[in-house]
């Protein structure tokens, strides 16, 4: 997260981030990971909306973000509509249109990708 906080400073003011909490990746309860086990991020798999804001609540906290954290409901309706799970990294253009979606992350974060993209786009904003 700390390239992407690094990002969100730099252009404070001109591009609005989010982090939106999707399915929980490895819950307790599925498929859970080793370096979850040593960190104690214990997280079932929510079945409200109320739970998900919870587990969002602890990830937020664990990680240290420091973005605004938007949660997905319960029955996925972004995640679903974006192909986000595990998760991924988006630039939404001011029209609401997709502008970027870079691969599957965390792998498949290029946060250098990412800022081309919004300097590009806000390129193409400022000519407006």
């Known amino acids: 997260m700390g390239a992407l906080h690094e990002l969100a400073d730099r252009l404070e003011g001109r ?6 909490y999707i399915c ?12 979850n086990l040593a ?4 997280l079932s798999t929510p079945e409200t909306d ?24 319960i029955d996925d309706p ?9 998760d991924r990294l988006y630039l939404i253009s001011r029209g609401g249109t ?16 990412l800022e081309a993209a919004i300097r590009t786009e806000l390129g193409q904003v400022s000519k407006a």
């Not at 591009?15 to 939106?20: N, S, W, Y």
């Not at 929980?24 to 370096?35: F, R």
């Open 15 to 20: 591009v609005e981030f989010l982090v939106v």
């Open 24 to 35: 929980e990746a490895h819950p307790i309860d599925g498929w859970q990971v080793k370096l």
């Open 39 to 42: 960190a104690d991020v214990l």
């Open 50 to 73: 109320a739970a998900r804001a919870e587990n969002a609540t602890a990830c937020a906290l664990n990680l240290g973000i420091h973005l605004p954290v938007v949660i997905d409901p």
């Open 78 to 86: 972004l995640a679903d509509a974006y192909g986000a799970w595990p």
């Open 98 to 113: 997709v502008s970027y979606q870079g691969g599957l992350g965390p792998m498949g974060f290029d946060h250098e990708e």
